[in-house]
């Protein structure tokens, strides 16, 4: 937690501040410590920079440092621990879809068009609470939204989606937003916070699950008279859903929250103003503000406001260019390059969801949508987190293509923009089924899972069947070569991957162990950095760069030749050494390292449809792709022969 949060802080109980007794500080931040209140000496941890007021200790001897650490080693567990639990959820292909449409649902977005009125009042350094941060994301994305502000984020604590675990290890802080903290409490009971201490609350899915007492009472106390304090997604007894499905809390009219609202802003410093969900969702990006305590949708928005209000006289900041979470509700078809709803996707829980959530669904494209090459690439960039600006840089040459096509998959709700930090965006995919364990890498494992395949992962147009090890193999003996002939990662060599799938195997096997690579197209020329040109038997072309063919025809010194004159072991790159790879898009030369886009489509396995694996050679990203997804997911490739036509 930040040294700053200190002022906020007071014992729900006694309504004092604390005496802090700090074991571990790191930049301003307590790691591990504990706050002890001078009146009723109950002891509050602090834990690996997590606020633990749903755990506290009776007396400050149960406080010291080792205590403590095994204290948040109990709460915790190990990092490795927690691997193990990701890789165990992974493998049973469930998600909890409500976390993971988090980003997506009109619930969560209806807040966007309130907050330019909502911070008007805001100045730099002031504090905003978030009550409920259930999946971890409410916290990060207000945090992103407004990053001059201190964002104190809370949740129960050991329960729901993430637990303890799941904070401490997908959003510690060393990991989240720079101006986060979170701190577990019992909403149930007072807020550990001093009276006036926030300039904004969102209290998002909280008073109709907490009540009136003591937690709307506990919003007003600790905002300033002048901040906004907004209450969305709030189940509204002014009609059922169609068709029904139990919605659970307390349920009551809006014109009870308008009459409420009328009494809590008496003081003419702020208004009252009750939404309808879905008309927030629907309207402009600035909100207009009309009471609505008649609506006929069955959620809504209750809002304190200042008085009068200052409609666009602030500016959320975010930051300069925006990640994007990825949508788990698309299945995608990498062959056909296509993305569409599937609703039975996650054992059906996609549809599930949809049937819940109509005036979202109205939303989504019926039909399949069409990704490009540039858009499939922005996609795969997309899923592991790189920002706007990363993902345009890939392909500097259509720069405005990507992020056209950034813009298009926005719209049709495949992508959502989000200023998030890097810890959230793993959030995300943690949620959405779309967080690979890496426990020695990203190559270790592709590799040693095409290594331990004994069936058929490579077929040529001739028929000849290549399995996994002997993919492996092939690969391991084209690094060895590279090696001996004088090259180092990081340094680049050009590939004739149009000529021979074995060639392309060898472009994916360089780059994998640190090489660049530059797939070489018989109409491009090439790199003028490159040291050698992997290329088919006969003469190097240019003959003044450096050459080794591949010896189908006996060529020898060739891969052919190295393969059948020395052993080697199964291929295991280094993890840290994942080279760039550079190939032809339709809009120009992209250029991205080619961990990203193994990781990419190891993460969208569940959504990735099935499909066949197809060296067509109409592109060489298709190609690429088309051999990166079918042994991540260890199914064979093959190679069509010349003139061959494939519908789509």
């Known amino acids: ?158 329960s729901s989606v993430l637990g303890y675990r799941g904070f401490r290890h997908l959003l510690g802080s060393q990991q ?55 209450f969305p997604h709030l189940h509204l007894s002014n009609s059922q859903p169609e068709p029904y499905f139990e919605r659970g809390c307390e349920q009551r009219h809006g014109h009870d929250y308008r009459a409420w609202l009328d009494q809590v802003t008496t003081n003419g410093k702020r208004r009252g103003w009750v939404f309808s969900e879905a008309a927030l969702f629907n309207g402009p990006e600035l909100a207009e503000l009309t009471d609505d305590p008649d609506t006929m949708h069955y959620n809504g928005m209750a809002a304190i406001l200042p008085n009068p209000p200052q409609t666009g006289l602030y500016t959320v900041g975010t930051r300069a260019s925006p990640r994007f979470v990825v949508s788990p509700l698309f299945g995608i078809h990498t062959g056909r390059g296509k993305a569409r709803i599937a609703g039975g996707l996650f054992a059906g829980s996609v549809g599930h969801l949809l049937e819940r959530h109509p005036i979202y669904a109205a939303r989504l494209p019926v039909e399949s949508i069409d990704l ?57 995919r943690f949620h959405g089924n779309q967080l690979p364990i890496r426990d020695n890498g990203i190559f270790e494992e592709f590799w040693s899972r095409i290594a331990a395949c004994e069936g058929v992962l490579l077929t040529l147009a001739e028929g000849d069947e290549l399995s996994g090890n002997d993919l492996s193999v092939y690969a391991q003996s084209t690094v060895v070569q590279l090696r001996e002939l004088g090259l180092a990662p990081g340094e680049w060599l050009s590939v004739d991957a149009h000529a021979h799938p074995l060639l392309l195997l060898s472009a994916i096997a360089a780059a994998s162990s640190g090489f660049n690579v530059h797939l070489r197209s018989a109409s491009t020329s090439m790199r003028h950095d490159s040291r050698l040109l992997l290329h088919m038997d006969g003469a190097c072309e240019p003959s003044v760069t450096a050459g080794l063919p591949l010896g189908l025809s006996g060529t020898a010194p060739s891969l052919l030749s190295a393969l059948a004159s020395r052993e080697t072991g199964n291929f295991i790159p280094s993890p840290d050494d994942a080279g760039l790879v550079e190939f032809d898009c339709a809009d120009g030369t992209a250029c991205c390292p080619l961990a990203d886009l193994v990781d990419a489509l190891e993460s969208l396995s569940a959504q990735i449809e099935n499909q066949l694996w197809l060296i067509q050679g109409r592109s060489q990203f298709g190609d690429l792709i088309a051999c990166l997804a079918g042994w991540s997911k260890v199914e064979a490739v093959r190679i069509l022969p010349a003139g061959t036509e494939v519908c789509a």
């Open 176 to 230: 989240r937003a720079g101006n986060l903290d979170i701190v577990f409490c019992n909403l149930d009971k007072p807020l550990p916070f001093c009276d006036k201490a926030f300039g904004l609350i969102h209290a998002y899915d909280s008073l109709h699950r907490y009540g009136l007492y003591p937690f709307a009472g506990e919003c007003l106390r600790v905002a300033r008279e002048d901040a906004a304090i907004l």
């Open 372 to 428: 490009t090459d540039s858009a499939l690439l922005a996609l795969l960039l997309a899923v592991v987190g790189l920002d706007e600006h990363s993902i345009g840089a890939s392909l500097p040459q259509a720069s405005t293509a990507v992020v056209s096509a950034l813009r298009a998959m926005t719209n049709v709700e495949l992508l959502r923009p989000a200023a998030i930090s890097a810890a959230a965006h793993d959030l995300q």
């Open 1 to 158: 937690m930040h040294v700053s949060l200190l002022d906020l802080l007071v014992c729900p109980s006694c309504r004092v501040s604390f005496d802090a007794t700090v074991h571990i500080e790191v930049d301003g931040r307590v790691e591990l410590g504990f706050l002890q209140c001078p009146r009723c000496a109950i002891v509050t941890p602090v834990l690996d920079g997590l606020v633990m007021f749903s755990e506290p200790l009776l007396h400050a001897g149960l406080a010291s440092a080792p205590l403590l650490a095994e204290m948040a080693l109990c709460l915790f567990g190990t990092e490795s621990g927690f691997r193990a639990y990701r890789r165990d959820k992974r493998e049973r292909g469930l998600i909890e879809s409500y976390a993971a449409f988090a980003p997506f649902n009109e619930s969560t977005r209806a807040i966007a068009p309130i907050l330019p009125h909502a911070g008007t009042v805001l100045s730099v350094g002031d504090a905003i609470l978030d009550t409920w941060n259930r999946t971890g994301y409410s916290g990060e994305w207000l945090a992103g939204r407004f990053p001059r502000q201190h964002v104190v984020s809370l949740w129960e604590g050991n």
